[in-house]
């Protein structure tokens, strides 16, 4: 995890996106954060990138229930004026039915709920798309925002075709999704009925395009790498 903890090389809004995904910004701070990806695209692709590069990382944290201790210090904490519904905050129930993990996760994730209030956020899905012993992609789909974040690894460009993203749904025919990148991350944009599609029974596929991807709307070229969505 050196790549997230060596700041060296990185821009001041490069960290700043990272701390928001990491949930680890004050609440004006991250306030603040959440306009900027409204209003500046350059700074919203950032974030998207940090989510696709932290969020595998996070399944290798073990989970842990805060102690009854905790959850007290938390209700007393919170301010009335911050309730929408007393009811709901001032239930120890409501907070010890969420799941935190460790160390820093754990301030961060508190911080987000106090936050967000009691909307709940739906679990990202993410997919290993790997093919002939590698792992050439790690893809998320991003529910709230219709889309998807795929950061190559150890995908070899080739010179004369691209690669393609395909999303195979339970009736397994595939479906375009855009073109990905051997140097960088890529932000797609879901089609809003395909956007139903992309569940656990899901496969996101890619496969060797010519230039400008596929002219028939279905693959033309070798698959040469695919991966199952799964819950992060």
């Known amino acids: 995890m050196s790549e997230a903890t060596d700041h060296h090389g990185f821009t001041a809004d ?21 306009q900027r990806m409204e209003r500046e695209p350059g700074f919203a692709r950032m974030v998207s990138a940090w989510e696709a590069r932290l969020s595998p990382w996070a399944a290798e944290i073990p989970g842990e ?33 969420l799941t935190l993990a460790t160390g820093a996760l754990a301030a961060a994730c508190i911080g987000a709920l106090i936050y967000i209030g009691s909307v709940p956020q739906p679990a990202p899905l993410v997919a290993a798309i790997d093919g002939g012993g590698h792992h050439h992609f790690v893809a998320t789909v991003n529910a709230s925002s219709a889309s998807i974040v795929v950061a ?81």
């Open 65 to 97: 229930a805060p102690s009854p201790a905790l959850w007290d210090r938390i209700a007393a904490a919170l301010p009335v004026q911050a309730a929408p519904r007393a009811g709901l905050w001032q239930s120890l129930a409501f907070w010890r039915g």
């Open 152 to 232: 190559p690894a150890a995908f070899a460009a080739d010179a004369t075709r691209v690669p393609e993203l395909w999303l195979i749904p339970a009736d397994g025919k595939p479906r375009p999704l855009g073109l990905l990148r051997a140097d960088q991350i890529v932000t797609i944009k879901v089609p809003r009925d395909l956007m139903p599609h992309a569940t656990r029974d899901a496969v996101l596929a890619v496969s060797l395009e010519p230039q400008g991807g596929s002219p028939t709307g279905q693959p033309t070229g070798p698959v040469i790498a695919s991966g199952k969505l799964t819950l992060l």
């Open 14 to 34: 490069e960290l700043l996106a990272a701390e928001y995904v990491l949930g680890v910004l004050a609440v004006a701070e991250r306030a603040d954060a959440a």
